[in-house]
């Protein structure tokens, strides 16, 4: 109800406005003329102009697959404010180092915000990182990707719609705008943490964790017709923003694409997928987890979920998946099929200045994918050749690395073994918990009954297993010769908190889910997460057509932060000194570069060959420790194997990299490790009767985690000191004020050898796409 | 009847009589009447306190004074968003229900719309920081979006452009040739730099007969004009830099790239240029959008300002 004098004040608004605004002449305006464009080697569906620094040798440009923003249910829900401009556009400009961003102070509230990465910044109350923090270095390129399945709650309970929405007071609403909790006044702070995870699961279980007959949240399901409205209006907000992001000038200096991520989460396991467009034209609405549903649900007002079990129906939703089959998990077959039929064939797509729609789908963190009890893995078992070609096609990507731990591989200093490895460098960010349930902050996380043992993981958790499944496949014919799992890295954050790009391994990380750890070290069930990093395409030009296709073809690799660059090529003949030579020319006349398959073997070809080369990261600056290639292979008994060989540099102490440490500067020794590294390398091992596959990691020098800068700067214990723990049972004994810095940094003086797994010192890395050899020129292997 | 007129009583009776006319006068509107603004003397002890906890000094005078102006635009951009009735929205709502449960004797039985008016007849919302910042965010949002969903004219945009051409400029170009020292092969990339150097000056070796010398690596021996960010792209951010601090003609000493060492020689410098506005039409369009809405945000302030009596402890109102 508006009193009189409001009545008055808007339409004394309304009038000077309008006439401000015609005094400045505003008006519609016209599309600027585009250039003409040249014929480059990918698919043209822009018409724009090419770059000016367009080169056939193609560049590492940085970005990310995969952020969040106070748009995003669950960072909402740990204050991450939509409205204090922790939005799309503000993550954009983040990026792009236009502008700092605002994550909510420990106590809920917002911090003061500064407009520009000029104006000094001021520390929350309490001590720590800056709460509105700036990019180290800007990113070339990067993409949104909120969870969709709430676009409509969150519509409605941001205000899109307006104020007279009742569904607002909804108790969804309540939860996503975080009513429960009295910053600062409340007795126990801890409780607004735990009442933002209760929120999680419900907001999460309730829809996103059926298997069948999955449904939205119930304020939706009782108006569905409001839902729908407020879903266009988000979804609408992430198109404005990307576009408004992206240049589409010759100078291309910054590229986004519209995105969201599914948010599939099966009894608390992540079947989390990000979706990527190419360009403009996207699903009119997006394509998520209700649609990864079994069967479909009709009514939702009075049918139930079904969260045990289903059998798969008759229906062309569903293909490939056979009719009849009795599953207890949801289906990616579906949520595929229709992102194909919405966007690849244009049954529903918006309008917009490309040529036609295209997505891709990303994986993420098959690390707390199931697999390791009754629930399967997130990278299911094709049920028929057609299904294996389809997860081929759909996913030729997947995120190996991000804040909630690495997917490559694990292996596990405690026990001394590994998930189907016995790769020592594979104890790395390696997470205690199973699911999401532990790694969200939902619950605790390895508990008090101690660490579980590798074996206990399912082997799919890792990457590295996965690809190893995918030649065995081939090998063995079972999809007449189809590899499903030929995928591509990339890595990323994951970040709930806007910050686009920005992973930096120093005291300034202000955790990456709002409140939920915003002291990071503070609990076992936080202090896992750790950075994240960049994915890295080499592509031509920084244009969403060029980056696009490099994502397609796997020329990608991603990083544990630090932006380094790396090369990999494979082939038959390369000479043994390219890397005194032109050896990226070399590399792509003569073979494949990261992501492609070995050029077909001929009589006379050897061994296969390989170049790959590094380069430091030249603003953070520390150095190379060395390149390895990582082979899998399959031998003639279907029983795959693995090898790591070191090509260049050194091979470094895996499992005491403190060793190598100044721990006082927390660096490496500076007679240690080099600024780049290169190296030809031949199979020794090789036999051309065994499918393989070879990818690049690259180790850089030990440096202090960020937690062990985070301890020594903002709680005044040192994790790499022999005395931490005294000086943290000190701080618990001491005043009110060093008791709650022992409460902040609770978990300081845990390391690798800890019931909770934390490295103080780590090596940083990088991990390429692979490069496939497939022995048998099976005519379906290639496609 | 004159000791009757010297009553106290009757005097009593004549003042309140007249202090009710002129009260009665005023708020009839006879007199001109403006709304009160008062900020709290205990917020500008907060505000000190908070300034000295975060910078460690006090505030000058004129850091105080702007302090000040800042905290009368928040209060007046308060009470514009009540008299909208901005309270009414779900964040607002919410908050406001909250708080209330402090107060209610029943909170479970009472709705979400009562606890949050309860708030509101309690004034609890004038003191609750979540919700006078919600209130004061959505004021500035609402009076900043009425330029900012518009697009801007050609003719303003251009005006922009032209007023601002520095913020829209291409950065300085540089043309060179280079011999590299491929660092991938060679270890002491830097020191065989160094040493072709010297070889070059002892020799008197022409620019041609000098490329010759450069190793092999990815990296072209003649590059087109290229910026400081082409040059970072390919090379380095330390190259970069340092070559964009050369001058002209010679070579350079060595230095450090991701291919190895390098002599640089210069050929030409570009300075920094103008871009044609149809290359940044969208950035100028947005600069354009943002200086309008806080010009338009400023002059909303100053009349509204012009509503209320202001008053601030310590200075004249």
């Known amino acids: 109800m508006q009193s009189p004098q409001a009545v008055g004040l808007v339409s004394r608004l309304a009038a000077t406005g309008a006439l401000v605004l015609a005094a400045l002449g505003f008006a519609i305006g016209a599309?600027?003329?585009?250039?003409?464009?040249?014929?480059?080697?990918?698919?043209?569906?822009?018409?724009?102009?090419?770059?000016?620094?367009?080169?056939?040798?193609?560049?590492?440009?940085?970005?990310?697959?995969?952020?969040?923003?106070?748009?995003?249910?669950?960072?909402?829900?740990?204050?991450?404010?939509?409205?204090?401009?922790?939005n799309p556009r503000g993550a954009y400009l983040f990026a792009q180092g236009k502008q700092p961003i605002s994550i909510p102070e420990p106590s809920g509230?917002?911090?003061?915000?500064?407009?520009?990465?000029?104006?000094?910044?001021?520390?929350?109350?309490?001590?720590?990182?800056?709460?509105?923090?700036?990019?180290?270095?800007?990113?070339?390129?990067?993409?949104?990707?909120?969870?969709?399945?709430?676009?409509?709650?969150?519509?409605?309970?941001?205000?899109?719609?307006?104020?007279?929405?009742?569904?607002?007071?909804?108790?969804?609403?309540?939860?996503?705008?975080?009513?429960?909790?009295?910053?600062?006044?409340?007795?126990?702070?801890?409780?607004?943490?735990?009442?933002?995870?209760?929120?999680?699961?419900?907001?999460?279980?309730?829809?996103?964790?059926?298997?069948?007959?999955?449904?939205?949240?119930?304020?939706?399901?009782?108006?569905?017709?409001?839902?729908?409205?407020?879903?266009?209006?988000?979804?609408?907000?992430?198109?404005?923003?990307?576009?408004?992001?992206?240049?589409?000038?010759?100078?291309?200096?910054?590229?986004?694409?519209?995105?969201?991520e599914n948010t599939s989460t099966p009894l608390l396991n992540n079947w989390h997928r990000n979706v990527i467009f190419r360009n403009d034209r996207v699903v009119r609405t997006p394509v998520n987890a209700i649609d990864m549903a079994v069967v479909v649900n009709t009514d939702p007002t009075r049918e139930p979920v079904d969260t045990l079990l289903a059998v798969v129906p008759n229906e062309p939703r569903v293909w490939p998946v056979p009719p009849g089959t009795k599953v207890n998990h949801p289906l990616p077959q579906p949520?595929?099929?229709?992102?194909?039929?919405?966007?690849?064939?244009?049954?529903?797509?918006?309008?917009?200045?490309?040529?036609?729609?295209?997505?891709?789908?990303?994986?993420?963190?098959?690390?707390?994918?199931?697999?390791?009890?009754?629930?399967?893995?997130?990278?299911?078992?094709?049920?028929?050749?057609?299904?294996?070609?389809?997860?081929?096609?759909?996913?030729?990507?997947?995120?190996?690395?991000?804040?909630?731990g690495a997917s490559e591989c694990r292996y596990d200093p405690r026990f001394l073994a590994g998930t189907d490895t016995i790769d020592e460098?594979?104890?790395?960010?390696?997470?205690?918990?199973?699911?999401?349930?532990?790694?969200?902050?939902?619950?605790?996380?390895?508990?008090?009954?101690?660490?579980?043992?590798?074996?206990?993981?399912?082997?799919?958790?890792?990457?590295?297993?996965?690809?190893?499944?995918?030649?065995?496949?081939?090998?063995?014919?079972?999809?007449?010769?189809?590899?499903?799992?030929?995928?591509?890295?990339?890595?990323?954050?994951?970040?709930?908190?806007?910050?686009?790009?920005?992973?930096?391994?120093?005291?300034?990380?202000?955790?990456?889910?709002?409140?939920?750890?915003?002291?990071?070290?503070?609990?076992?069930?936080?202090?896992?997460?750790?950075?994240?990093?960049?994915?890295?395409?080499?592509?031509?030009?920084?244009?969403?057509?060029?980056?696009?296709?490099?994502?397609?073809?796997?020329?990608?690799?991603?990083?544990?932060?630090?932006?380094?660059?790396?090369?990999?090529?494979?082939?038959?003949?390369?000479?043994?000194d390219a890397c005194g030579k032109d050896f990226v020319d070399l590399g792509y006349k003569g073979g494949v570069p990261m992501g492609g398959d070995l050029p077909a073997r001929t009589a006379k070809d050897g061994a296969p060959v390989f170049i790959t080369s590094a380069v430091w990261d030249g603003n953070i600056k520390t150095k190379l420790q060395q390149i390895q290639v990582i082979k899998g292979w399959v031998d003639a008994k279907g029983k795959t194997h693995e090898r790591v060989y070191t090509v260049a540099g050194d091979p470094g102490s895996p499992l005491n990299p403190q060793a190598d440490l100044d721990a006082e500067t927390c660096k490496a020794k500076p007679e240690l490790g080099r600024e780049r590294l290169c190296a030809v390398w031949k199979d020794p091992d090789f036999d051309p009767r065994q499918h393989a596959f070879y990818y690049v990691r690259v180790l850089e020098e030990p440096v202090c985690r960020y937690s062990t800068l985070w301890c020594r700067q903002w709680i005044g214990v040192?994790?790499?000191?022999?005395?931490?723990?005294?000086?943290?049972?000190?701080?618990?004994?001491?005043?009110?004020?060093?008791?709650?810095?022992?409460?902040?940094?609770?978990?300081?003086?845990?390391?690798?050898?800890?019931?909770?797994?934390?490295?103080?010192?780590?090596?940083?890395?990088?991990?390429?796409?692979?490069?496939?050899?497939?022995?048998?020129a099976s005519p379906l292997a290639q496609k | 009847m004159r000791k009757w007129l010297k009553a106290p009583a009757l005097h009593m009776l004549a003042l309140g009589a007249?202090?009710?006319?002129?009260?009665?006068?005023?708020?009839?509107?006879?007199?001109?009447?403006?709304k009160r603004i008062e900020i709290p003397a205990h917020r500008l002890e907060q505000m000190a306190q908070e300034f000295i906890r975060d910078t460690g000094h006090r505030p000058t005078p004129h850091e105080w004074e702007q302090m000040i102006e800042m905290q009368i635009d928040d209060e007046v951009l308060f009470q514009y968003a009540l008299a909208l009735g901005m309270q009414e929205n779900s964040a607002a709502q919410a908050r406001l229900a909250q708080i209330a449960d402090f107060v209610e004797a029943n909170p479970h039985e009472a709705t979400q719309d009562g606890k949050a008016r309860a708030a509101i007849d309690l004034g609890l919302h004038e003191g609750d920081l979540v919700v006078r910042r919600i209130l004061v965010d959505s004021a500035r949002r609402l009076i900043r979006s009425v330029v900012l969903v518009q697009k801007p004219a050609p003719d303003v945009v251009r005006q922009f452009y032209t007023a601002h051409a520095a913020d829209f400029t291409r950065p300085a170009q540089v043309r060179i040739s280079q011999i590299a020292i491929n660092g991938f092969v060679r270890p002491d990339s830097e020191?065989?730099?160094?040493?072709?150097?010297?070889?070059?000056?002892?020799?008197?070796?022409?620019?041609?007969?000098?490329?010759?010398?450069?190793?092999?690596?990815?990296?072209?021996?003649?590059?087109?004009?290229?910026?400081?960010?082409?040059?970072?792209?390919?090379?380095?951010?330390?190259?970069?830099?340092?070559?964009?601090?050369?001058?002209?003609?010679?070579?350079?000493?060595?230095?450090?790239?991701?291919?190895?060492?390098?002599?640089?020689?210069?050929?030409?410098?570009?300075?920094?240029?103008?871009?044609?506005?149809?290359?940044?039409?969208?950035?100028?369009?947005?600069?354009?959008?943002?200086?309008?809405?806080?010009?338009?945000?400023?002059?909303?302030?100053?009349?509204?300002?012009?509503?209320?009596e202001i008053v601030v402890p310590g200075r004249a109102s």
Not at chain 1, 159 to 174: A, I, N, T, W, Y
Not at chain 1, 381 to 391: C, E, G, I, L, V
Not at chain 1, 448 to 468: F, I, L, M, Q
Not at chain 1, 733 to 747: F, V, Y
Request: aromatic letters at 10%.
């Open chain 1, 425 to 576: 460098y594979c104890a790395f960010e390696i997470l205690d918990g199973k699911s999401l349930g532990s790694a969200s902050g939902v619950g605790s996380g390895s508990g008090s009954s101690g660490p579980a043992a590798p074996d206990t993981w399912g082997e799919r958790a890792y990457v590295r297993n996965v690809w190893k499944d995918g030649i065995q496949y081939a090998a063995q014919k079972t999809f007449e010769g189809i590899n499903p799992f030929k995928m591509g890295v990339v890595s990323a954050s994951d970040s709930h908190t806007g910050v686009m790009g920005w992973h930096p391994e120093t005291d300034q990380w202000p955790g990456h889910l709002g409140i939920d750890d915003a002291y990071p070290m503070s609990e076992a069930s936080s202090i896992q997460n750790s950075t994240g990093g960049p994915s890295v395409v080499w592509a031509e030009e920084n244009t969403r057509d060029a980056i696009f296709e490099a994502l397609k073809r796997k020329e990608t690799y991603g990083t544990s932060g630090p932006r380094m660059k790396v090369r990999f090529f494979g082939g038959w003949g390369y000479p043994a």
């Open chain 2, 191 to 308: 020191e065989q730099a160094r040493n072709i150097l010297q070889r070059i000056r002892t020799e008197n070796l022409g620019f041609e007969a000098a490329l010759a010398l450069a190793d092999k690596t990815p990296a072209p021996v003649r590059l087109p004009m290229m910026s400081g960010e082409d040059l970072e792209a390919e090379f380095g951010g330390d190259f970069a830099r340092a070559v964009l601090a050369l001058k002209p003609g010679g070579w350079s000493e060595p230095i450090p790239s991701d291919y190895g060492h390098h002599l640089v020689w210069v050929h030409e410098v570009e300075a920094p240029r103008p871009l044609p506005l149809e290359a940044v039409q969208t950035e100028v369009e947005q600069a354009v959008l943002q200086k309008l809405a806080d010009d338009w945000l400023k002059l909303r302030l100053r009349e509204m300002r012009a509503e209320f």
């Open chain 2, 18 to 34: 007249l202090l009710f006319i002129i009260t009665d006068l005023r708020g009839g509107a006879l007199l001109p009447q403006k």
């Open chain 1, 335 to 404: 949520f595929w099929n229709k992102l194909e039929e919405d966007c690849t064939k244009g049954k529903n797509v918006t309008p917009g200045k490309a040529s036609r729609c295209d997505f891709i789908t990303i994986p993420h963190n098959s690390n707390l994918g199931g697999g390791g009890n009754l629930f399967p893995p997130m990278f299911l078992d094709p049920y028929n050749t057609a299904d294996a070609k389809r997860h081929q096609q759909m996913e030729p990507l997947v995120e190996i690395y991000q804040d909630k």
């Open chain 1, 718 to 776: 040192d994790p790499l000191s022999s005395s931490c723990s005294s000086q943290l049972t000190a701080l618990q004994n001491g005043t009110p004020a060093q008791k709650a810095k022992a409460s902040q940094g609770a978990m300081c003086c845990s390391n690798q050898t800890t019931d909770t797994f934390l490295q103080p010192v780590i090596q940083e890395r990088a991990w390429t796409s692979p490069i496939w050899y497939e022995p048998a």
């Open chain 1, 109 to 260: 509230l917002q911090p003061k915000r500064r407009a520009s990465c000029n104006d000094p910044a001021t520390e929350p109350e309490g001590g720590g990182p800056s709460r509105t923090p700036c990019i180290d270095e800007p990113l070339d390129w990067g993409a949104v990707t909120d969870h969709s399945e709430h676009f409509g709650v969150m519509g409605f309970c941001k205000g899109l719609l307006g104020k007279d929405v009742s569904e607002s007071l909804s108790m969804e609403c309540r939860m996503i705008n975080g009513f429960f909790y009295e910053p600062l006044r409340a007795l126990n702070p801890a409780l607004g943490k735990s009442m933002a995870s209760n929120a999680f699961t419900q907001l999460t279980l309730t829809n996103d964790g059926a298997i069948s007959k999955n449904t939205n949240l119930p304020v939706c399901n009782n108006n569905p017709e409001l839902c729908a409205k407020a879903e266009l209006e988000v979804w609408g907000e992430v198109q404005n923003a990307a576009e408004e992001a992206y240049d589409r000038s010759d100078e291309c200096r910054f590229t986004s694409f519209v995105a969201y």
């Open chain 1, 31 to 86: 599309n600027p003329p585009w250039e003409p464009s040249a014929k480059p080697p990918f698919e043209i569906t822009e018409d724009r102009p090419r770059c000016k620094d367009y080169t056939p040798k193609r560049r590492a440009l940085f970005g990310t697959t995969h952020l969040h923003t106070g748009l995003s249910f669950d960072a909402s829900i740990r204050f991450v404010d939509y409205a204090n401009g922790n």
